[in-house]
């Protein structure tokens, strides 16, 4: 029988979808961390549950193929880059086939068109935004990286995954607050000022936000710390506080200050522009957004009459690239400053035909439904947790032609497949697109069609 740390050699059948290689052993299946399918390991017992347990390597036996060898385990060990140790083409196979699992496990789906994940030709500094920690390590003020479950910071200056502009940012500001001898937030007393600095940047338009998130409200020195931030940095048009008093995961409270400048930047997807604040939901790699939103468009072969809804829509940025090949589009999200900005962007954009309704797409799909409105597309983009019942009902009632389901998790979006077949609806193909490179994010969109009667 096993127990706590036992040596036993194994070979690595497969792969979690949070990245770890998976060995079976005396009956346990183990989870091994930057173990990679086809290895063989001598590995190390760390911990036993029932029929599930941890392990660690001790040693390389045989190595896989595809492993990068290159990769810095700060990045493993934090999860910045949880899938970085296998080969990029790989990683996107893993993509596909965790789509494809998930649809024939969940939703017996096996004959369906799936299209090989889309990738990034360069998978790299690609996050156009940041959210890193501030805490003191060995005497000194840090930024970096938490390792995964716990909240013990390891110093990070390249952050591998994030565009190169925000790391040198977060550098300079990291700097400052040392020479000017801010403290930095610590969990065990809560005593410590900065907390965290996020960062935002245009892809395109190169401007930066940059948010201090703070325990209190006084910054000893903050305005000079402004004017050298901006000095050094002219693409940082905001400078903002965040207060957060408490101590919990959530990065922001609803208590922003501008310090300096703007409170949004701004930014283009498929050539339209757009209105970003701290707060509202905008896709991490904005190269890929686009390829993602082209695939939607595609997908949903839209044409002039066209009535689409678009559920879920945060700053509108889905909605509104679809509007100027359609008749209209319906919104609805449930952040009231992201519905805002959503309005603002069309504005912006000169888009008259696309309106934004606060609240949530169930209470919408109920309203619009009242008043007969027919939409030809329904596109959803939940969170992922994916839809509810009552909204994949109150959908399927409208009888659009087609649903474009674009989701963060193959799981939650192969449940709903499932419900939708029922409703008489029916997969016809899905598309996995690469939006987060080297981590355990699977993107994926679907197309859901009507079945004909
Ligand atoms: N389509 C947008 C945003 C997608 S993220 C884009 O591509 O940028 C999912 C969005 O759903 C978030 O903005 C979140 O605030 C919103 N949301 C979460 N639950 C919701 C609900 N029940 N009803 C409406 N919107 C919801």
Redesign the pocket.
Known sequence: MLKKNDIVEVVIEDLSHQGSGIAKVDGFVFFVENALPTERITMRVLKLNKKIGFGKVEDYLEKSPHRNENLDLAYLRTGIADFGHLAYEEQLLFKAKQVKDNLYKTAGIKAVELLPTIGMEQPYAYRNKAQIPVRRVNGQLETGFFRKNSHDLLPISDFYIQDKEIDKLILFVRNLLRRFQVSPYNEADQSGLIKNLVVRRGHYSGQMMLVFVTSRPKVFRVEQMVQLITEAFPQVVSIMQNVNDQNSNAIFSKDFKVLYGQDYITDSILGNDYMISAQ????VNTVM?EKL?QTAIDFSDLSADDVVI??????G??GLSFAKKVKKVYG????EA?VKDARKNAERNGIRNAEFLV????A?MEKWSKEGIKPSVILV???RKGL?ESFIKASAAMAPKKITY?SCNPATMARDIKHYQELGYNLIKAQPVDLFPHTHHVECIALIQRVKS
Do not use: L
């Open positions: 509202s939901f905008y896709q957004a939103y678009d559920a879920y829509s945060g700053i940025t889905i609805v999200e449930v952040i992201a609240g949530s797409a169930e919408a983009d939940p969170p509810t674009v």
